[in-house]
């Protein structure tokens, strides 16, 4: 409750991107139970070269994405989170580039993370884990 009372006070440009976000995060859940292939190529980048965004821009658009993850009442991992910011990258025409990444946990266990980068902001972050790159988009 506490949570939506704060969605109400948000100014109105806050309010469209936690509602752009949800979408986003809700349609990346469903779009990732299709092929990983074709998941990425749907996600690439349209252009080298893109809008670029102020830091405050990207930072609203990671609140949003943090900010609309709390309301959600499904559970969404790091790709998803990851997917959705990248869907709303796109949609301003923004480069980014998503990393996937890999960590070994006590020479046992396996960790695998995804992280969004973009203008060397990250807007899903990687962590202080040491996970190694193991692909790119």
């Known amino acids: 409750m506490k949570l939506l009372r704060k969605a109400i006070q948000m100014p ?3 309010k469209i991107l936690l509602l752009e976000a949800v979408f986003f995060l809700f349609f990346s859940k469903i779009f990732l139970f299709l092929p990983f292939k074709f998941c ?8 080298e070269q893109g809008e670029v965004l102020t830091f405050i821009e990207l930072k609203k658009i990671r609140n949003s994405v943090y900010r609309a993850n709390k309301l959600a ?12 910011a990248r869907f709303m990258l796109l949609r301003r025409n923004v480069h980014s580039k998503m990393y996937l990444g890999l960590e070994f946990k006590n020479n046992k266990e396996l960790l695998a993370h995804a992280w ?3 203008n ?3 807007i899903t972050p990687k962590g202080k884990k040491k996970y190694k790159e193991i692909f790119n988009f």
């Open 73 to 84: 009442f499904w559970k969404n991992i790091c790709l998803v989170k990851s997917f959705a």
């Open 12 to 14: 109105f440009d806050e």
């Open 116 to 118: 969004l980068v973009s």
């Open 40 to 47: 990425v190529s749907k996600a690439k980048n349209k252009d």
């Open 120 to 122: 060397d902001f990250q």
